[in-house]
């Protein structure tokens, strides 16, 4: 975990290593994107945001499957935060039939169309976190547009494309409490290895002048807002 040191509430138990480590396995078999090493620098990122700041507000865009859901529900639960987490279901442009990361078995043969809610229920059940996550069913800029409870971590894994990568920043970025946290996904300087507006809305947060670079892993990029 580049930069991120292993950083746990000092009360650290036993039963506490031992429910991590469950729920670190299951968000590794969870259908998703995201390598464990970076799912468990997401984890220490959010646990440091539910260490300093008080009954803290996570909020992840985009969940997929529940794979990141779960790592971010690990520090909430550790920390007493609680994590919303929002995804309309239907996956991004790259996620639908005929591009890279389609995946057929994801599609509600009633309707035609990628449905992931259900895979994200059964993973947060599994898990037994429902007590601190909390699932939104929607557009991401409608409800940031009504969202107005101050963020101790925020999350962007939204579509990639240049429209939706943007409309989540503009619209959860300001949201970020001074001293809060704001992790992004899926960032790479080169071109070929991905996307481009996730690492143009990086660029922008650190140009704001208002978040500094606090760790990174892979494709994962921790900024903390000053």
Not at 41 to 66: D, H, K, P, Q
Not at 86 to 110: F, I, K, M, R
Not at 118 to 126: E, L
Not at 140 to 168: K, M, N, Q, Y
Request: proline letters at 6%; a negative charge.
């Amino acid at each position: 975990m580049d930069d991120l040191p292993p950083t746990v509430p000092s009360t650290d138990t036993a039963e506490l290593r031992e429910r991590r480590d469950r729920l670190f396995a299951l968000a590794s078999s969870a259908t998703g994107f995201m390598p464990e090493d970076e799912g468990e620098s997401l984890y220490l990122a959010a646990l440091r945001a539910g260490a300093s700041v008080g009954n803290a507000t996570f909020v992840e865009i985009g969940a997929w499957c529940g794979k990141s859901t779960v790592y971010i529900g690990a520090a909430a639960e550790e920390t007493g935060a609680v994590l919303f987490s929002l995804d309309h279901h239907h996956g991004s442009e790259e996620n639908q039939a005929g591009w890279e990361h389609h995946d057929g078995t994801l599609v509600d043969p009633a309707t035609g169309r990628i449905d992931t809610l259900p895979h994200w229920r059964r993973t947060i059940v599994d898990a037994d976190l429902e007590s601190c996550v909390v699932g939104i069913v929607g557009d991401s800029p409608t409800v940031s547009s009504r969202w107005s409870t101050p963020l101790a971590f925020c999350f962007i894994d939204g579509g990639h494309g240049e429209e939706p990568a943007w409309a989540d920043f503009r619209g959860w970025a300001p949201r970020v409490v001074e001293g809060g946290w704001l992790a992004i996904h899926d960032v790479f300087a080169n071109p070929d290895d991905g996307g481009r507006p996730p690492y143009d809305i990086w660029l922008a947060a650190l140009a704001s002048g208002e978040f500094v670079e606090d760790g990174e892993c892979g494709s994962l990029r921790i900024l903390r807002r000053l």
